[in-house]
Every structure is written in C-alpha cells, then in structure tokens.
C-alpha cells in the first residue's frame, strides 16, 4: 500500500496555476517534515519545496521562489503545494515524501523514508 497519494495534477496552460495535495493513506506515521520532489522524463528527481513541522519553515528551490507556497497539516501528514505562473519545463511527475528522521537535509530524497506514486503535471505553451 503506498503510504501517501498525491492528487491535483493535470494539463494547464504556461502562465496557470496548479494546487497539489497529499495526504497519508492507511498508515500511521509521525513525520517531522514534508516535502515536494519533481521528475521530468530522463532527468534525475529534484527538489520542489519543503516544510518542517516544529518551526513552520519553508525552503523552495531558487527557480520556484514567489511562484509556489508550501503548506500543511502536520498532525495529519498532510501537504499542499500551490504553484503559480507555470512554466512549460515544469512538466513533470510531482511526488510528495515524509521525513521521519528530522533530517537536515530535505533538499535531498535521501532525507524522506516515504514517498506516493506521484501525479503528473503538463505544462502546455
């Protein structure tokens, strides 16, 4: 069973907006963070945006910085991520993931012991 199931992909045109949502699924499990990773086809997962539950702080890769908010429900393992102003090489398959070491690395997979299965994005021109 996939611990956490993202929803709220789709197509949208450049210049639109997206709201992804994930939530925990079946299992029960503290994570002491969340965050957002992004997959285009023959490319390496890279880091979206990230929340640490205790202090409420955020952390966003540069290119997303103004355009996208993190949010979520600590308690219920659940996070957002509101994206802006899209652009066409933002297309990708969004996976969200929890942190269940309070790792100081959550710019990095390595840092999040599960993950969904991801829900595609298509950023058209």
């Known amino acids: 069973q996939v611990p956490l199931v993202e929803s709220g992909g789709g197509l949208v045109q450049a210049g639109g907006s997206l709201r992804l949502s994930c939530a925990a699924s079946g299992r029960t499990f503290s994570s002491y963070g969340m965050g957002w990773f992004r997959q285009a086809p023959g490319k390496e997962r890279g880091f979206v945006a990230a929340?640490?539950?205790?202090?409420?702080?955020?952390y966003y890769t540069d290119s997303v910085k103004g355009r996208v908010t993190i949010s979520g429900d600590g308690p219920r393992n659940a996070v957002y991520l509101q994206m802006n102003l899209l652009e066409h090489v933002e297309t990708a398959v969004y996976y969200c993931?929890?942190?269940?070491?309070?790792?100081?690395?959550?710019?990095?997979?390595?840092?999040?012991?599960?993950w969904g299965q991801g829900t595609q994005v298509t950023v058209v021109s």
């Open positions: 929340i640490r539950w205790s202090v409420g702080s955020t």
């Open positions: 993931a929890a942190d269940l070491q309070a790792s100081s690395l959550l710019g990095f997979p390595a840092a999040y012991a599960l």
